[in-house]
């Protein structure tokens, strides 16, 4: 009897000396935490007749262009002709343009009529929140930003049509976000990352 209670206590002791290791998880179990993870990103707005939405996700765009505007800016809409142009230059060329309209009192059935009105064609996003405004460090519309695999590449004016608020050219002498463009297209470096872009402030958030 002391020979077989004294075999029982070793066999106990053993199992308690096991206890942490055999607790230890498994990192080839499948319930096992996710190491080196990518964080998901936390921009989020919303799409004009859609849901919230992160514009520079997306992976498969060779490139996302920005284009912060209002409706009540007339240099914006001055801008609406090279808007359309670019979009359908580049679009086919797999890049993704969103209109980010910046006001927060404008009503999304606005924001429809505008877009109608002018003919836009690329995906429209409602930044009443300056989400965006503040990713990019815009502070005019229209002012564009430029971004590659969620890297800013160039921001600022989108040509020089205007040399100052009442000041515009015929036509432009450079065309600033085409010429960042082709490059970023062509997986090189934009020669100029910012320009100083004319237009109206933005200085309405609430």
């Known amino acids: 009897m002391r020979r077989s209670a004294w075999l029982v206590l070793l066999a106990l002791l053993a199992s308690l000396a096991c206890l942490p290791s055999c607790a230890a998880p498994n990192p080839s179990s499948p319930t096992a935490?996710?190491?080196d993870a990518p964080a998901e990103s936390s921009t989020r707005v919303v799409?004009?007749?859609?849901?919230?939405?992160?514009?520079?996700?997306d992976r498969a765009a060779k490139a996302?262009?920005?284009l912060f505007?209002?409706?009540d800016c007339p240099i914006s809409n001055r801008y609406a002709p090279e808007v359309r142009r670019l979009h359908a230059e580049y679009g086919p060329r797999g890049v993704e343009f969103f209109l980010?309209?910046?006001d927060p009192d404008q009503s999304d059935d606005e924001v429809r009529a505008h877009v109608r009105d002018y003919g836009y064609a690329c995906r429209v996003l409602l930044d009443r929140r300056h989400e965006l405004v503040s990713l990019a460090g815009a502070t005019i519309t229209?002012?564009?930003?430029?971004?590659?695999?969620?890297?800013?590449?160039y921001r600022g004016r989108i040509d020089d049509r205007f040399a100052a608020?009442?000041?515009?050219?015929?036509?432009?002498?450079?065309?600033?976000l085409a010429d960042a463009l082709d490059a970023a297209l062509a997986g090189r470096e934009p020669l100029v990352a910012e320009t100083l872009a004319i237009g109206c402030v933005i200085d309405d958030l609430r």
């Open 142 to 153: 229209p002012e564009a930003a430029l971004y590659v695999a969620g890297r800013r590449l």
């Open 64 to 66: 996302t262009v920005l």
């Open 33 to 35: 935490p996710a190491v």
């Open 47 to 57: 799409e004009l007749d859609g849901g919230p939405l992160d514009p520079l996700a």
């Open 100 to 102: 980010v309209y910046v």
């Open 69 to 71: 505007t209002r409706g």
């Open 165 to 176: 608020l009442n000041v515009m050219r015929a036509q432009p002498t450079v065309r600033d």
